[in-house]
């Protein structure tokens, strides 16, 4: 046995996902994962740096790290992901306790970087964002115990909105072979997983031209018969490859959950521009009139900025007129902030914290009103639940609705892994309670 393994995962979907992927190549190799970093002989850091707050999040912890590598010289010291990739040799000359630095596409190589550290003594940066990507080996038993499994059907994007570094971080857009998504997902179903999410920097775009070409509803079609698999979710989209084949797919196929995540991220059409966005305003609504139309009982939750460099009081008004057009059930609201490399960095007309931070928190204000009067609309109705495991307070069972909702209530026995029906009671803006009526 080569030791014990320790990730810390910050971020996304994509961070879990490169994250379960990288703990199978680890323990193939010999690793044993341990829940604890002070047990650990190897720690890695799994990062994010869309949002300046990850960052400093994954600095902090970096630091802590470091304090316990300074007490134990003998551990593997590693930062993974963005940040990685974003800063490559710059950590190690930052950081002199750090053994390596992992881009978010050298992962399959993991086994011959260690090896180089374990046996050499290197210091190791491997950042070629021109690898191919990792293609995860399965590790038998792996996801036993999950209900809720991810699988990457490609990696990168080609959009290069002005605010955003994923481009510059994940790389172009490459997705995955059909047979090799289906030969995951038969995996996961075989360890239990119930619910497989498909994930992409932008999922929608999705097209495979080996043989004969797969665009992302097509694929979503090959998947959903699969035996066992009783939920499909995918994130995150792009409203301009939101196409009407892939609407369909909610009206047609049904374990396929009712909820889409489609940032919009302004509703003004001036500012959309400026961050090359490619849709207006009046798109990204007829886009959810056709999905309410198709499927009646979808979810809606999105994405917004407040104030990107130069965004006006009218603009952001215009924000807030989509906002009460469309009636989310969640969103996502954060204050802009400068990615080191996008155009937007070099934007004039920046907006200041204060305006920043009073538009914020008028526009979730908004949102908490709106959320908890789409909450309401289900009291008394009944739904369908996935029952994850126990809730926070762990005096109750928890779970989800198709709508990707928080419902929490009681049981007298243990059905965790059960779909249940159950009937709402009660609404807050963040979960459910509910009555079960029966599994």
Known sequence: MKGHF???????????????????????????????????DLILINTCTVREKARQKAVSLLGRMIALKKRRPDIILGIMGCVAQQEGPMLLKKYPELDLVLGTREIGN???????IEENGERVVATDLSADNAIPVIHDGYFKGRLKGYISIMEGCNNFCSYCIVPYVRGREKSFSPQYILAQAENL?????????????????????????????????????????????????HPKDLSDELIKCFRDINNLC??????????????????????????????????????????????????????????????????????????????????????????DNKISDEIKLSRLNKLQGLQKEITLKKNKMLEGKEEEILVEGLSKKMDQFTGRTPGNKIVNFTSNKNIIGQLVKIKI??????SLQGILINN
């Open 258 to 347: 009712p909820h889409i995540h489609l940032p919009f991220q302004s509703g003004s059409n001036r500012v959309l521009k400026m961050m090359n966005r490619v849709y207006t305003k009046e798109t990204y609504i007829g886009l959810i009139n056709k999905l309410r139309d198709a499927r009646p009982d979808i979810a809606v939750t999105s994405d917004v900025i407040v104030g990107f460099p130069g965004e006006t009081d009218n603009d952001f008004m215009m924000t807030i007129d989509l906002m009460e057009k469309i009636e989310f059930d969640n969103l996502f609201s954060f204050v802009y902030s400068d990615r080191k490399g996008t155009s937007a960095e070099k934007m």
């Open 425 to 430: 009671e009660r609404s807050s803006i963040n």
């Open 6 to 40: 320790y990730i810390a995962t910050m971020g996304c979907q994509m961070n879990e996902n490169d994250t379960d992927t990288l703990a199978q190549f680890l323990i193939n190799y010999g690793y044993n994962p341990v829940e604890s970093h002070e047990d650990a």
């Open 189 to 237: 179903i075989s360890q239990g997983i119930m619910e497989i999410t498909l994930l992409g920097q932008n999922v929608n775009s999705y097209l495979s031209s080996e043989g004969n070409s797969v665009n992302f509803p097509k694929l979503i079609r090959m998947i959903s018969p699969l035996k066992g698999l009783y939920r499909i979710r995918f994130t995150t989209s």
């Open 110 to 116: 993991i086994t011959g970087i260690l090896n180089r």
